[in-house]
């Protein structure tokens, strides 16, 4: 199993551009999340899905959308980057029921300028 | 309240030594008290959990103290070693209703000296 995977490692963005941030898991898991990683700020929950076509918001939304098509994939899309989404992005997974284990992916590095 | 609070935010142990991490939370509603570990460059991985009907948790060099009365726990990690750097996280959820979600600690960064 890969795991979750995320593409890509790096990007930088400038100001008022979109992307969107991929993400994958193979390990047949419901539940997804996004998450961004500030230092000294430890994880914050932006969006999360407990299966596919549900998702909720996190504790910090504003600027991010996504969606959730299949159970493998949770795409989170920026549609006008701003400087404040300089961040390294972590997309996890778990399954459904027990604890709360997550499994994390390796991070996106972003950069808005 | 859905804040938990870490510290320290860095540490510097001398290889062998005890390093401690405390964590402390305010929502009673929070059934589960887990420590991520984080290396440069990767994302975190689960190190050790605990749940609150025990007070101690022990994997290998690693334990988790956890006071439900003053609503605190710990991550000790014993004959702390250069491998051992990195940054760890303490995290709670209340895992009531459909979608339990972790809250994370600020971190601390973890440096362990020859």
């Known amino acids: 199993n890969a795991g979750v995977t995320q593409t890509p490692k790096f990007r930088i963005l400038k100001i008022g551009q979109s992307m969107t941030l991929q993400c994958a898991q193979d390990?047949?898991?419901?539940?997804m999340y996004w998450y961004r990683q500030d230092p000294g700020m430890g994880l914050k929950l932006i969006y999360y899905s407990v299966g596919a076509g549900i998702t909720d918001k996190g504790e910090v939304p504003n600027g991010y959308n996504v969606s959730r098509s299949t159970t493998e994939d949770f795409p989170l899309r920026l549609e006008l980057a701003a400087p404040s989404q300089t961040s390294v992005y972590f997309c996890?997974?778990?399954?459904?029921?027990?604890?709360?284990?997550?499994?994390f992916g390796p991070g996106t590095r972003l950069t808005v300028t | 309240q859905q804040q938990v609070k870490q510290s320290p935010q860095s540490l510097i142990v001398q290889k062998g030594g005890i390093s401690i991490i405390n964590c402390a939370y305010e929502n009673t509603a929070f059934d589960y008290f887990p420590w991520y570990q984080q290396f440069p460059g990767k994302g975190p991985a689960l190190l050790i959990a605990?749940?609150?009907?025990?007070s101690e948790k022990k994997e290998g060099r690693f334990t988790i103290s956890f006071n439900k009365s003053a609503k605190q726990f710990s991550l000790h990690i014993m004959d702390s070693q250069p491998g051992d750097s990195a940054t760890y996280f303490c995290?709670?959820?209340?895992?009531?209703?459909?979608?339990?979600?972790?809250?994370f600690g600020t971190g601390t960064r973890l440096q362990v000296t020859l």
């Open positions: 390990m047949n898991h419901n539940y």
């Open positions: 996890a997974s778990r399954v459904t029921g027990g604890f709360d284990e997550q499994y």
């Open positions: 605990i749940r609150p009907d025990v």
């Open positions: 995290a709670a959820s209340n895992r009531a209703g459909t979608a339990s979600k972790l809250t």
